[in-house]
RNA sequence: CGCGGGAUAGAGCAGCCUGGUAGCUCGUUUGGCUCAUAACCAAAAGGUCGUUGGUUCAAAUCCAACUCCCGCAACCA
């Protein structure tokens, strides 16, 4: 038994949960009901990040204080969390009290490692904020919003010498000691690592007013992603108490897009305030709609609380943590939806639990416990994080069933009058379906709970409902 | 020459590292069964493995070139 600490990328509450932030809460429960399974202790963080610009603007164009905006959406996100069943054991809002004064802790003791320097950029002085080369470059150095030039612009930042940590950083990516998954992104992480240059981690005030102010620099507030970053330690109580007892992170999970924050920055912070770092990230893929990155301006973004409404929980979780790849990315489409939830969760699972508890009601069959399960191939894939792959083979053993049952034909053996025979063939095939139940439960807990109760029960009887009805 | 991923049956994918009868799921067709949610089981049809060339007794698998798709390129899960 060892105590297992679990975290998730905490999503920016400019907007409405969707399908991407799902994944995330997602692979991290299914680990955590794993590792609980296995008899661990798991902590495990969820949160939001709050500070930033776009926040402020969009609380401002709603006509919110900056703060109830931020609220609202927060709410939104947890909302979403419990929707999902999610088993996190600490939330964090980066604008906790708490978290904010941390985090001033943490710069302070970064100050070894952090100088001051002018950045220079383009800047819009309508848009208020700085444009990239690139977007200078495809604008022709004009604002097509405000039809006026850019202007060269420099304001202070202060910056966090990589130069400090760029060859540990390298030498424990390497080596595994923070292991990267998948194997592909670990290779991109280390081309990208060479690239970084100091980064900046502050803005001056009037760039940035809405964040966590920098300790004796009244003129600048942290960057957002340095704030955003600490989440991690400070929901542990970091620097105010000891936290070796869960840190480091046993896995953090977070989308491709935001994995070079976590191998490259977060691990600068990390090194800096002589931390040691997660121990496995976690990067999974995007989800597709119909092939397509989903996007606003393209009108196909996948509603999570849509998906949720049209077969229940237990589906979105099946959906998503089969038929999306732990790793790369895959589609959605309300059709392959369907066709999961039909063919599989109500014909393969929910049909085998209906005919299988008639079949025990009719020859009565009861008194059945729950037997010992120990799988090395599931475990194995589980291990290495292959959710979906574990998915498939837990999913296979519920095929086989089916199979298994046709093979036997206990309703011939009852029609030939053995039915000591026939309740043999029953009990050991319950027996089979409730150690698949097991290997289900990180995947579908309320399912698995459903049928550990109809089948371990005085009396076996069908479920006045199926457990997944066809519409 | 920015970096990376991919191209295998109608669809989605595995196999490639460690060459040697091309496999899975869904769909289609046929048959079986009747315990079950018109559910389940079995069988069949369907692929010159992106193109061209090379290595080899043998290439989806190794090498080279090419074509086409798709991500990423600093705050978008």
């Not at 600048?220 to 936290?243: K, R």
């Not at 043999?424 to 139940?437: F, I, R, T």
């Not at 097991?438 to 457990?467: G, R, Y």
Request: with cysteine.
């Amino acid at each position: 038994m060892s105590k297992v600490y679990i975290c998730t990328a905490i999503p920016y509450v400019n907007g409405n949960p969707h399908i991407g932030h799902a994944m995330d809460y997602l692979l991290a429960d299914t680990y955590a009901r794993y590792r609980r399974s296995q008899g661990d202790e798991v902590r495990f963080q969820v949160g939001t990040d709050e500070h930033g610009n776009k926040v402020y603007s969009t609380a401002q164009k709603n006509g919110l204080s900056v703060e109830a905006y931020a609220a609202q959406n927060s709410q939104k996100f947890q909302d979403f969390i419990k929707k999902l069943d999610i088993t996190y054991t600490d939330a964090i809002r980066t604008t906790d009290a708490d978290h904010v004064r941390r985090c001033q802790e943490i710069w302070k003791q970064l100050e070894p490692h952090i100088y001051a320097a002018n950045y220079d950029g383009w800047y819009c002085e309508g848009c208020e904020s700085f444009v990239t080369q690139k977007e200078y470059d495809e604008n022709g150095g004009i604002c097509p919003d405000h039809q006026k030039p850019y202007q060269k612009l420099t304001e202070k930042n202060y910056y966090l010498r990589m130069d400090d940590f760029r060859d540990q950083i390298r030498a424990k990516i390497e080596s595994d000691e923070m292991l990267i998954l998948p194997e592909f992104r670990k290779q991109e992480m280390l081309r990208l690592l060479e690239d970084t240059p100091d980064i900046s981690i502050s803005r001056p005030r009037k760039q940035l007013s809405w964040g966590v102010p920098v300790p004796g620099d009244d003129e600048q507030v942290m960057y957002v992603w340095v704030d955003a970053l600490s989440n991690y330690i400070t929901v542990l109580g970091y620097p105010d108490q000891d936290i070796s007892e869960w840190w480091p992170a046993s896995a953090q999970f977070v989308g491709k897009d935001i994995l070079r924050f976590h191998t490259i920055t977060w691990p600068a912070i990390l090194l800096g305030l002589d931390l040691k770092l997660p121990q496995k990230v976690i990067s999974h893929g995007h989800v597709l709609a119909g092939g397509q990155k989903m996007s606003k301006s393209i009108g196909n973004v996948v509603d999570p609380m849509a998906v949720l409404e049209r077969h229940g929980l237990e589906a979105f979780r099946y959906y998503f943590l089969r038929h999306i790849d732990t790793f790369a990315d895959s589609d959605f489409t309300w059709e392959k939806f369907d066709e999961a939830y039909n063919n599989e969760l109500a014909n393969d699972l929910g049909n085998l639990v209906q005919r299988l508890a008639t079949l025990c009601r009719k020859n009565e069959v009861h008194g059945i416990s729950m037997p010992e399960v120990v799988d090395e191939e599931y475990r194995k894939l589980m291990d290495r994080y292959e959710f979906s792959k574990a998915f498939d083979y837990a999913w296979g053993k519920v095929q086989q069933l089916n199979k298994d049952i046709d093979i036997a034909k206990p309703w011939e053996l009852a029609k030939q009058g053995k039915v000591e025979e026939a309740r043999n063939v029953l009990s050991q095939l319950v027996g089979g379906l409730l150690k698949a139940s097991e290997l289900l439960e990180p995947f579908l807990p309320e399912t698995s709970a459903k049928i550990q109760s109809i089948f371990i029960a005085d009396e076996i009887v069908p479920p006045s409902t199926p457990l997944f009805p066809k519409a």
